[in-house]
């Protein structure tokens, strides 16, 4: 039963074994934090602002990556 | 067995040719992975969503394998490998989203994209897919995407350079197998992207960013990499913004000579009819099924919708982006066309490239086809390239069976066009010179004069030596 707990923690190392076969650069590393920051501000202020809009029965577009997003045109 | 010259990185496995068709192994070492890849649903929802290429199992413990196997897996076949260096601006956007909605699905089921390499997404018929199955790995809360400079090198700096500078500039993934590296990109961007947010931040910041980690000692590198974190909402927020970002880069086309070719044609409506049912009836009329038609400066693949109905897959080429880019939207169409639109130069076609020259195929190891098309396009090959035609006869016969070839004569308008800034020092490109020099590998099926104009349609068989 207590192997069972630990399951996870050797996903986890093996995973991390696995995964780094290409160099991730230092630079693009550090990076991601800054700029993901920004994104989550940019986000959270984003969510807001559609709540407000949902108020007045305005829909919200949806991420571009969800399952359902509308077809692009290209223009 | 050996594995396929573009399948060494990634050690989780590799591609191999067997009878005719493509494998794909799965090491030991990525064994439980994989298993936890396949349980976790995400393989069926890639698939079910167009996503990814499906696969099967083989189970016959006979079949070829190495020694460090866990599984051999027959994966759907790819009719025509090509790159993203002969892709539009539309394709390569195509296969960046694509790229990004299988990284934000893979999160929502645990794993992420341990790579996003431009080169795991092919074209079937005109829709990108993800062909690399073993592109995930378990994600591990707090981790930093190791693929994101990846995506960068491949996909944003291409398509910005694309769209701000000069859409030519997809050619530096010829020079650079890795993708455009962020600090060239950066110096070739126009100053205003600097005032463009995403762009200053994933290109030019990330540029310098490097620049500033590659001179620190590599032990502080090391270390600074070990530690970056970054939470899964961040991770989320990160493919937004990246999304968000190619999703607004866009090309302006401009109007080139060639990208109105149809609209500037020197035949009439009624003209351009009736070369369509010639060429409709050429293919009819060969004998065989066919597989691939490649369609040879093919401009907006006009002719390329009619082979479509004829084969499995048309292959559609032209140099000029504009009118690949005119193609390829135009075959995006619900469900997409059988045509694969691809940027080529004739003159000078993809090299191969990578370790040993072998990793990306060249132009001509891939052009094999049991038709092509060659509407429209002889005189620029004999009279702007100066390539006597014996020389283009034999280059045919070396790739195809059968040959649906329009010859312009000199008295044509359009072939006038090409001499008027120049000597004719071309005394062989006569009908019966051409005729002479084709016959030398091919056999002359059938000829028909192209209505209202001088030029003559041949459809041709290659004569095996």
């Given at each position: ?20 076969y290409l160099d991730p650069g230092t630079g693009s590393m550090v990076l ?44 | ?465």
């Amino acid at each position: 039963m207590r192997t069972y707990y630990l399951l996870p923690i050797f996903l986890i190392m093996f995973s991390q074994q696995a995964a780094a076969y290409l160099d991730p650069g230092t630079g693009s590393m550090v990076l991601q934090g800054l700029i993901a920051a920004f994104a989550v501000v940019g986000f959270t202020i984003k969510s807001y602002w559609y709540k407000i809009r949902a108020v007045f029965g305005k829909t919200s577009p949806q991420s571009l990556l969800e399952e359902n997003a509308e077809p692009r045109e290209p223009e | 067995m050996e594995a396929l010259p573009s399948s060494f990185r990634d050690p989780s496995g590799f591609v191999f040719s067997h009878s005719g068709s493509i494998y794909r192994q799965v090491n030991r070492s990525f064994a439980n992975s994989f298993d936890t890849f396949l349980s976790s649903g995400l393989y069926d929802t890639l698939v079910r969503r167009g996503l990814l290429v499906s696969h099967q199992e083989i189970v016959d413990g006979n079949f070829p394998r190495t020694a460090d196997c866990y599984k051999v897996l027959r994966p759907q076949q790819i009719p025509f490998i090509s790159y993203p260096y002969e892709w539009s601006f539309s394709q390569l956007k195509e296969a960046a989203i694509l790229t990004l909605r299988i990284q934000h699905e893979a999160l929502k089921h645990g794993f992420v994209l341990k790579d996003a390499s431009a080169y795991n997404v092919q074209f079937l018929n005109s829709k990108a897919v993800f062909i690399d199955t073993l592109s995930f790995d378990t994600y591990v809360p707090g981790t930093p995407w190791v693929a994101y400079k990846q995506f960068c090198q491949h996909f944003l700096a291409p398509l910005a350079l694309m769209a701000f500078t000069d859409v030519e500039l997809s050619k530096l993934m010829i020079s650079h197998i890795d993708g455009v590296p962020l600090s060239l990109a950066s110096k070739l961007l126009p100053y205003k992207t600097r005032f463009n947010f995403s762009l200053a931040t994933h290109i030019h910041l990330h540029a310098r960013m490097q620049q500033q980690h590659s001179d620190a000692a590599r032990e502080d590198a090391a270390r600074k990499a070990k530690n970056a974190t970054l939470p899964e909402k961040g991770l989320r927020a990160l493919m937004e913004s990246l999304a968000n970002c190619v999703d607004k880069l866009t090309w302006k086309m401009p109007k080139t000579e060639w990208g109105n070719y149809y609209e500037d044609t020197n035949y009439s409506d009624l003209a351009g009819n009736e070369k369509r049912a010639l060429v409709d009836a050429f293919l009819e009329g060969i004998p065989e099924s066919l597989r691939i038609i490649q369609d040879f400066g093919s401009n907006t693949g006009e002719f390329s919708r009619i082979a479509a109905k004829h084969c499995e897959l048309v292959v559609s080429q032209d140099v000029d982006p504009v009118a690949v880019e005119v193609n390829f939207r135009k075959s995006l169409a619900s469900p997409p066309a059988n045509i694969l639109p691809l940027i080529q130069n004739f003159s000078s076609p993809s090299p191969a490239i990578g370790w040993g020259n072998a990793e990306r195929a060249s132009f001509l190891e891939r052009s094999h086809c049991d038709a092509l098309l060659v509407l429209a396009l002889i005189h620029h090959l004999a009279i702007s390239n100066n390539v006597p035609l014996p020389i283009i006869a034999k280059l045919f016969a070396g790739i195809t069976r059968w040959l649906v070839i329009e010859f312009v004569p000199k008295s044509d308008s359009q072939a006038i066009r090409l001499l008027a800034t120049r000597e004719d020092v071309f005394v062989n490109y006569t009908q019966q010179g051409f005729e002479e020099a084709f016959s030398q590998n091919f056999s002359i099926e059938k000829v028909a004069p192209v209505p209202e104009s001088e030029r003559l349609l041949y459809l041709m068989r290659t004569r095996w030596v």
